[in-house]
Structure formats: C-alpha cells, structure tokens
C-alpha cells in the first residue's frame, strides 16, 4: 500500500470542493450514475475483494461472500433503487398559518465530506457511508484503515478506475495522514472506529464546528432467560463470537446467564465448539485471523490476565496472528478482559441471578451498540428492552439485524451518535433546507397588519 503524499491532502481536498461546485453532484441523474458504478466496482471485482479480505484477516471465502460483499452489493442495490425517493423535495404538512407559504423541505448535499473507516469490515464499511454521502450529493474523502492495507490499496485503485475523479478520492495512510485530514474543514466527517480515536476525531472537527456521525463499539452483552432453547443460544452466540474471529462490532462481548441453567450452557458450548472445529480451530478453514500482532498480543494478555477459569481455548501464536476460540467462566467484573471492549473471539460468561441482575450489571457499564436476549417470552423480552439502553435490541439472533432492511445502525451514548444505513445515511449527509415562498399581493388583504405604525386597527 503506497501512503499519499502529506502535501497532496489539502490539493486532494480543493478539487473535490470544486468537483463539488461544478454542480454537477446536484443532479440526480449523476449520483444514479455514480452509484451504479459503485456497484459494478464491487461486482465485477468479486474474486480480488475476497482476496483482499483473506489477505488482511485470514478470513474464509464463504464468509467475505455472506458477510461482507452480499451485503455491500445488496446495499448499493436499494441506494440506487431509492436515490429518487429520498431526495424528492417534500412539501411541509398543511398548516393554516403558513400554508400561503408554499413551505417545503430540500434536500440538499452538505458538500465535501470526509469518511474514515476501520479494518474490520473495510469494503461494507466503507461503501455504505460512501454511498449515502454520494446518493445526498457530495464529493468525498475515502480513508481506509492502514491495518487492511491490501484492500485498502484495492479501493484506491478501483474507486479511481470506476468512479469520477472529481467525486470521490481514496487518501491512503496511517494516523499521520488522518491526522492532516482533520486539519482541514469538512462539510461532515463520519467516523467509524474505536471510542479513543473518536475523541480525536471530535476535537478536530469542533474547532470547524463540523457535524460528525461516529459509528463506535462497545461490550455487547447478551441475556439468557433460563427457559429459552439453550442449544440454540449457544449455536448463534459461538457462531457470532467466532465469525470474523470476533472482530465486528456488533459482535455478542459476554454472555450474562442465570445460575440453575450455567453448568448445561457451558456444556452446550463445549459440543458446539467440537462441531464447528472438528480438527481442532487452528486446522480449520472456517476461521479468520486477528488483523495485527498488536491486536493479537492485546488478546493474549487478555487471556493471561484473566481470573476465570479458561473452560476451553486459550492458545495463541503471534506469527500467523491465531487467537483460538476461548470460553472464559466468571472472571471478575474489574478485570480488563471485562472492562475493554474484546473484539476478538474470547467468550467470558457470568452466572446471574435473575434477569434484574442481568439488567443492573448492564446499566452500569456505557451504553452498548447492541443487547441480544434469548427468550422466547415477550415479557422477558420486554423487561430488557424497557430497562436498558443501547443502539440496538436483538431477540434471539445475532450479527443480522445489520442487514435487517429499513433499520438504522448507529449507537447511543459512548457506542456513538448519528445513523449511516439507508434512508437514514442519506439524511445524515443531506442538510434539509426550509424554504417558503410567499405572494406579494397578500399584503392587500391581510398581511399590511403586521407593519408600522401599530395601531388599534392593524389588531382587528
Ligand atoms: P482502526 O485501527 O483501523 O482505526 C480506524 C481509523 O482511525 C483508521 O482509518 C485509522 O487510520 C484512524 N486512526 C487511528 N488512529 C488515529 C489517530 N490517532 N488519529 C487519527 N486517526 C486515527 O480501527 P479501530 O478503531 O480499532 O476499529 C475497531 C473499532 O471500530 C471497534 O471499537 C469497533 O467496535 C468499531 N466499529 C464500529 C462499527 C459501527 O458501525 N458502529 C463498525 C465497525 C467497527
């Protein structure tokens, strides 16, 4: 990966301002046509797409296909289907005080924004920002993460070859060249990463008083209600823990299960785990890799820290960057396996009471991006969703309701603030302009009240 030159940033910044005055990006026909183009990018480059994501987290084929290229092709489709509708000028409801106005709402691009993005997902992740900012009408600023170096040096070569120049450009680099990036003023800057680079991110963008999306994580926690099919929970929640090698941000962080069921869901998982890796998860073809020697010794310290006792897993080996799938029981709350956000695939479970404790444990902590429950019964299921808060509920599934159509996805306090899915990124890169048009010759019937002098009969 060839990083960009620090003094080609603000030049980068300058033709995509002017690609923005152009015009052009105004006109409905043009995103349509870019978004098309967004699409063939993705299509046409199936097998290097899936390369890259081997090449960066050792991941399967099978899940770069479902995972990560199905559901960006899927969401470029409806952005392009729905472009139309979304930036429709829309009348404001009818109101007798001010219908004479004709008020109505625009929609209209915030100009040139900036998108930067991590490396766990790095074409879903890029592409869906992207294509909403493109969709609203603005010109754009791509930053891959440099620790999924090929596939961001794939989105630099084909965004290139496939999109307008003037519309959107790829800076590639490290924290040098974000850092020059947030120098710089931007109409919008969404950011998806970790909480501590967000706080960066923040400061830079307050000192132009620039709106930000910031896409966070956090520990998603998951409840079991002991009456719910056990086998079941702990055959989604292993499969979640494990895809990605637990590198999603939506992935289940720790698993909060009642007492009297505890030594059964253990046991579940340990089966599980034999049916997934039969030969063992190092000779399986069916798990990623941990995307950088700092991350994967992040883990290891994890494991090595921790007070609970390793129930399966716990092996490492720094040079292929292989954390095994690990099940932890009851480590202590204040340990930093606990504390931090995993975000690899180490599973800690800690036996609760009941579902108020559950409830108390979670509501201590930030906000999580999501809270997963496996029940069956509503009531259980609405005693979790009314006494938490989080960026999203899930009931029995995991990782899917990313892909559930019409939903936002966005977090809710330190798991982040803004939405970037659908209709929900359009309007987040979209300023709705109030607009009125009023006619001259109500002053003759009405409207000569309001101006001086007041007297008695401008009231009547
Ligand atoms: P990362 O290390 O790839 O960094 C993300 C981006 O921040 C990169 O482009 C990087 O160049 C930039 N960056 C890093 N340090 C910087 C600095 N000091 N100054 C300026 N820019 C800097 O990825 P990460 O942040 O470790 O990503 C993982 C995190 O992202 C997890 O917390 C995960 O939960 C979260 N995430 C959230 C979502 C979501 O939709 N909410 C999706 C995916 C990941």
Redesign the pocket.
């Known amino acids: 990966m060839q990083y960009t030159p620090l003094e080609d940033i603000p030049r980068i910044r300058e033709a995509l301002r002017d690609g923005f005055r152009s015009g052009k990006t105004k006109i409905v026909a043009f995103r349509k046509e870019q978004l098309r183009q967004l699409g063939y990018m993705v299509q046409e480059n199936k097998q290097a797409w899936l390369d890259a994501f081997k090449a960066d987290l050792g991941r399967p084929y099978f899940e770069g296909e479902i995972h990560e290229f199905i559901a960006t092709v899927t969401a470029i489709k409806d952005t392009y289907k729905s472009v139309e509708k979304w930036a429709k000028t829309e009348n404001a409801p009818f109101d007798i005080s001010s219908f004479s106005m004709h008020p109505k709402i625009r929609k209209e691009p915030k100009g040139t924004v900036l998108i930067?993005?991590?490396?766990?997902?790095p074409l879903f992740?890029s592409i869906t920002p992207l294509m909403a900012a493109i969709a609203a009408g603005n010109t754009a600023v791509l930053?891959?993460?440099?620790?999924?170096p090929t596939c961001a040096a794939l989105l630099h070569d084909l965004i290139g070859k496939y999109l307008d120049h003037d519309v959107v450009r790829v800076v590639q680099?490290?924290?040098e060249?974000?850092?020059k990036l947030?120098e710089l003023q931007w109409d919008h800057i969404s950011?998806?990463?970790?909480?501590?680079?967000a706080r960066?991110?923040s400061a830079?963008a307050a000192k132009h008083l620039t709106p930000i999306t910031l896409?966070?994580?956090?520990k998603n926690p998951v409840i079991i209600d002991p009456r719910c099919d056990l086998e079941t929970a702990a055959r989604r929640i292993l499969w979640a823990k494990c895809a990605n090698a637990g590198?999603?941000?939506?992935a289940p962080d720790y698993v909060l299960v009642p007492r009297e069921v505890q030594g059964k869901f253990i046991q579940m998982l340990k089966k599980i785990h034999e049916e997934f890796f039969p030969d063992g998860p190092a000779k399986s073809d069916s798990l990623s890799r941990i995307?950088s020697a700092a991350?994967t010794q992040r883990l290891a310290s994890l494991i090595q820290q921790t007070k609970g006792e390793i129930v399966f897993g716990g092996d490492i080996d720094m040079e292929s960057r292989y954390v095994s799938p690990t099940l932890v029981l009851n480590p202590s709350p204040g340990e930093p396996l606990m504390k931090e956000?995993i975000?690899g695939p180490i599973l800690p479970v800690l036996p609760v009471n009941d579902v108020d404790e559950a409830i108390e444990f979670i509501n201590a902590r930030d906000h999580p991006?999501v809270i997963y429950v496996f029940s069956d019964s509503s009531d259980f299921q609405a005693t979790v969703v009314d006494n938490t808060q989080s960026?999203a509920f899930a009931c029995n599934e995991l990782l899917f309701h990313?892909a559930a159509y019409g939903l936002p996805?966005?977090?809710t306090g330190l798991?982040?603030h803004g939405l970037?899915r659908g209709k929900f990124g359009f309007d987040t890169f979209s300023h709705f302009r109030g607009c009125v048009n009023q006619a001259g010759w109500l002053d003759k019937v009405l409207l000569w009240r309001r101006y001086a002098p007041y007297t008695e009969s401008n009231r009547r």
């Open positions: 930067i993005v991590p490396f766990n997902y992740l930053k891959p993460s440099e620790h999924a680099g490290g924290v060249e974000t850092t947030l950011y998806t990463g970790n909480p501590r680079v960066i991110v830079a896409e966070l994580g956090g590198q999603i941000c939506v995307v991350h956000e975000f991006l960026g990313v996805l966005g977090g798991s982040g970037i």
